[in-house]
């Protein structure tokens, strides 16, 4: 069965990194796109991106480019977001989710990882 | 604000039957396939319906999903009182280079 479990919560400073990661088990991994999806406190769902963990292709939102960087480690299975320069606004549940296709070329999210929350706080 | 537009709410009685719908654009619904997902509290998203109308084993077929030009809807028969939950449609928008969007979600409040 297909299951993505990711990193535990965090607590960061504005300025700083956050790296989260999503491993996935289950299936073939270079076989789906990997897509990251934020949510802030009591708000909706936000698209950040996916990752290609076969060739390394990448497609961020554009209000992300220049402070987001998604990374597959095939040999592991491990999806990887790190998100640069945080602000308070970026507090967040952060969820990694499996990009199945259909007949739209794009796809959907069939499987999604748990959740980790990120706190944004000096 | 969000590419694709939802009510922020709908409610209804045990029994009815209730629709969410998702209103976008010639870029986005009109050009590529609209799927579904259901958000209990606190957990994550689950996929409910995707490519517009097709539900993922599983799924209760108490739940529909479709599309018509530049706009898509959930349609719930049998309401329950588990099915309080958000939900949400997502496409892609091909005047954003390919990108994700998603509506800004929907209530569901079961009465």
């Known amino acids: 069965q297909v299951h993505l479990v990711q990193s535990g919560a965090a607590v960061k400073k504005p300025g700083s990194t956050v790296m989260l990661s999503c491993k996935a088990s289950g299936y073939t991994f270079t076989n789906y796109n990997i897509i990251w999806v934020r949510q802030a406190p009591g708000q909706g769902l936000e698209w950040m991106g996916w990752i290609s963990p076969y060739n390394g292709d990448k497609n961020y939102a554009q209000k992300f480019q220049g402070r987001v960087n998604m990374i597959a480690d095939t040999p592991t299975s491990t999806a990887y977001m790190e998100l640069r320069r945080l602000r308070s606004d970026d507090t967040a549940i952060y969820f990694c989710?499996?990009?199945?296709?259909?007949?739209?070329?794009?796809?959907?999210?069939?499987?999604w990882g748990q959740g980790a929350l990120v706190t944004i706080s000096s | 604000q969000s590419v694709l537009t939802q009510p922020p709410s709908v409610s209804g009685t045990p029994g009815q039957r209730v629709t969410i719908s998702c209103s976008g654009g010639?870029?986005?619904?009109?050009?590529?396939?609209v799927h579904w997902y259901q958000q209990l509290p606190g957990t994550a998203p689950k996929l409910l319906i995707y490519a517009n109308n097709q539900r993922p084993s599983g799924v209760p077929d108490r739940f529909s999903g479709s599309k018509s030009g530049t706009s898509a809807s959930l349609a719930i028969n049998g309401l329950q009182s588990d099915d309080e939950a958000d939900y949400y449609c997502?496409?892609?928008?091909?005047?954003?280079?390919?990108?994700?969007?998603f509506g800004g979600g929907t209530k569901l409040t079961v009465l």
């Open positions: 997502a496409t892609w928008d091909d005047s954003l280079n390919g990108r994700g969007v």
């Open positions: 010639s870029s986005s619904i009109a050009s590529n396939t």
């Open positions: 989710g499996r990009n199945s296709y259909d007949s739209s070329g794009y796809g959907y999210f069939d499987y």
